[in-house]
């Protein structure tokens, strides 16, 4: 029923405000102290009943417009950030297999049936295809970062994506000439995942998550995200 009001609304709206009107407009040609003269005397409560029954609907459709605007942003964000970033390594392992490697957890790679060890590759990763997969985990994080106040994945799931792919040696190594590319909010927070989980023996799952939940206790993290937020609210 409320679904059917809400599609509805500007419809009712519009045959409430046509019967008001001819019921005025009978009134006006109605013999004085009519029944219908005396209805249209209390028009004015009506009028007010109808003015919180559009408020309560406006905010009801405001509402809904934002969980639908918080599901399209989760769906572009998970495509965007995470999909088509996988879609890349896969696209582009045979020109940088040991970046890409690098970029997953030796448990990780054998739940997908991999071998763990680098002797396979036989020559060095391609410079270009470094840059354009590297560039994408950054503004990976940008992207994460802007789009967090309406993103229903939850900040949990994207900083264990961030431990999993900051972990890696050649991202860190690249990550200090690529820095100065981003936000500083961005790179604050990639800093402090990789000082949190650099030198960290990652085996399973519950480790990773361990050192996700301490990342998200601390106050510099807080502040990070305070401090984009602020941001957002400027611009």
Request: hydrophobic fraction near 45%; include cysteine; aromatic fraction near 12%.
């Amino acid at each position: 029923m409320a679904s059917f009001i809400l599609e509805h609304f500007e419809g009712i709206v519009g045959v409430g405000v046509l019967i008001m009107f001819i019921l005025i407009y009978m009134s006006c040609i109605a013999k004085k102290h009519s029944l219908l003269d005396r209805f249209v005397d209390k028009l004015e409560i009506i009028i007010g009943i109808f003015a919180v029954i559009g408020v309560i609907l406006t905010y009801s459709v405001f509402r809904r417009n934002l969980e639908q605007a918080s599901i399209d942003t989760t769906f572009e964000i998970v495509d965007r950030a995470w999909i088509d970033v996988n879609k890349e390594f896969h696209q582009s392992y045979k020109n940088c297999p040991n970046l890409i490697h690098s970029l997953f957890f030796d448990w990780q790679i054998k739940a997908f049936g991999g071998e763990t060890a680098f002797d396979g590759f036989k020559s060095e990763d391609e410079w270009h295809a470094v840059n354009y997969i590297t560039c994408l985990i950054f503004q990976s994080v940008e992207d994460m970062m802007t789009s967090s106040s309406f993103d229903e994945s939850g900040e949990f799931v994207w900083l264990a994506n961030g431990v999993q792919w900051f972990n890696s040696p050649i991202l860190q190594k690249i990550w200090i000439s690529q820095k100065p590319n981003y936000t500083e909010t961005a790179g604050n927070l990639i800093d402090l995942v990789i000082s949190k989980s650099i030198n960290r023996n990652i085996k399973n799952i519950d480790d990773l998550n361990l050192i996700v939940t301490e990342i998200m206790d601390t106050d510099e993290y807080k502040k990070i995200i305070s401090k984009r937020a602020e941001r957002r609210d400027i611009l």
